[in-house]
C-alpha cells in the first residue's frame, strides 16, 4: 500500500469558462489535454461525489491498516475484511465504493 500512483501521472486541474451563450461550466484538464467539460450542477454532483471517495479511501486504508496492525492480518486476509466492509457499506447506505461512484446523470 505505498504504491504512489500519482507520482506517474500527469496533473489533473480544472477551469472555470463561459459559452457564448453566457453559460457558465467546467473544464477537467489532465495534462493540457482537455478531457471533459461540465455544466455547473455536473461539476458539483462530481465534487461531492469526489469528497465522498475521499472519505471512503480514508475508511478502506484505516481497516486495512487496522486489520494489519491491531489483528495481525496477513495483506490477503485484510483485503478480504475491506472486502466485506464495502459489502456492509452499500447494505447500509446504498453507496458504493468510491471507484464505483457514477454520477446520476452519467448513468444511462
Given at each position: 500500500?505505498n ?6 501521472l500527469?496533473p ?12 457558465p ?34 475508511q478502506d486504508?484505516?481497516l ?10 496477513d495483506?490477503?486476509a485484510?483485503v ?9 457499506r452499500?447494505?447500509q ?16
Amino acid at each position: 500500500m505505498n504504491d504512489k500512483p500519482e507520482d506517474n501521472l500527469p496533473p489533473m486541474w480544472h477551469q472555470s469558462g463561459v459559452n457564448s451563450a453566457g453559460e457558465p461550466f467546467i473544464q477537467l484538464i489532465l495534462a493540457d489535454k482537455v478531457i471533459a467539460q461540465q455544466s455547473v450542477e455536473q461539476a458539483r454532483e462530481h465534487a461531492l461525489a469526489m469528497l465522498a471517495t475521499a472519505e471512503a479511501a480514508e475508511q478502506d486504508a484505516f481497516l486495512v491498516q487496522w486489520a494489519k496492525t491491531r489483528l495481525g492480518a496477513d495483506e490477503h486476509a485484510a483485503v478480504m475484511l475491506l472486502q466485506e466492509f464495502r459489502n456492509w457499506r452499500v447494505e447500509q447506505t446504498g453507496k458504493r465504493s468510491g471507484q464505483e461512484v457514477i454520477p446520476p446523470r452519467a448513468k444511462r
